[in-house]
């Protein structure tokens, strides 16, 4: 399927599954990444949480992943379509409407565009208060895009919370993916959060990780080898210097 501003892209998720993909032509690139610079100050004007480690400068999984050490217990939860989900109702009073009118496509951010992270994560915010309002201080609460991580010291918690963070979610309008809702303990070795292994006291990269990085490394990708290894030193990103 075709457009003159895109075309519709079907990738293999390697699940047997498909995901749709906008691969947006040159000209609407540059119209879209002409919006990013007022994204990134809405979101920042809007966030008063700081739980998303995705799609913001100076953020990545590792830096959420932090968050987690120290605790006996996780649970992962995970959002069904997260980009699809998203209506111009959720954004329509925090973005202007000249921004929304070029960046949603049928009234969606669809994955492929850069701007839609943004306005995912703008779109999520009230979820992200709603949650954090919930939860004791005993419980660490982070997000990375769509994965929702949760990690605390306290076994009987565990379906209390999963029905409170499943109510506030489903009110907003998302879904949570049931086959994906993970718990985590200590007593089974590392917990797993966004890909990286989390133990009392450091991070580690996972075993899936280390393959990849044989692989590459195998096969010759230059630049996929270089990107994976930085990924498994399990480093935060680096601050802008003022």
């Known amino acids: 399927m075709k457009s003159k501003k895109f075309n519709i892209l079907k990738i293999d998720k390697g699940n047997g599954k498909k995901r749709t993909v906008y691969a947006v032509n040159n000209d609407f690139k540059i119209q879209l990444k002409n919006c990013l610079p007022y994204l990134e100050n809405r979101l920042n004007e809007l966030d008063k949480t700081h739980l998303n480690f995705a799609f913001e400068k100076h953020k990545n999984c590792v830096q959420g992943a932090l968050k987690h050490i120290g605790f006996k217990y996780t649970l992962t939860m ?6 699809d989900s998203i209506k111009r109702e959720h954004v329509s009073e ?18 492929g565009l850069p701007t839609s992270p943004l306005i995912a994560s703008i779109a999520f915010l ?117």
């Open 94 to 111: 925090l973005i202007d409407k000249s921004i929304l009118d070029l960046c949603l496509i049928e009234e969606t951010p669809k994955q």
């Open 126 to 242: 009230k979820c992200d208060e709603a949650i954090a309002n919930i939860l004791n201080k005993n419980i660490v609460y982070t997000r990375y895009a769509d994965d929702l991580a949760f990690s605390f010291n306290d076994l009987s918690i565990q379906y209390q919370l999963i029905s409170e963070v499943t109510q506030i979610v489903e009110s907003n309008g998302f879904l949570i993916n049931t086959n994906k809702t993970k718990f985590q303990s200590y007593k089974n070795g590392r917990r797993i959060i966004t890909g990286i292994g989390v133990d009392k006291d450091r991070l580690h990269p996972t075993r899936k990780i280390l393959k990849k990085i044989r692989a590459a490394k195998h096969q010759r990708k230059k630049y996929s080898y270089i990107g994976l290894l930085e990924w498994a030193k399990c480093k935060p990103p680096k601050t802008s210097k003022n």
């Open 78 to 83: 995970d959002l069904v379509n997260f980009f």
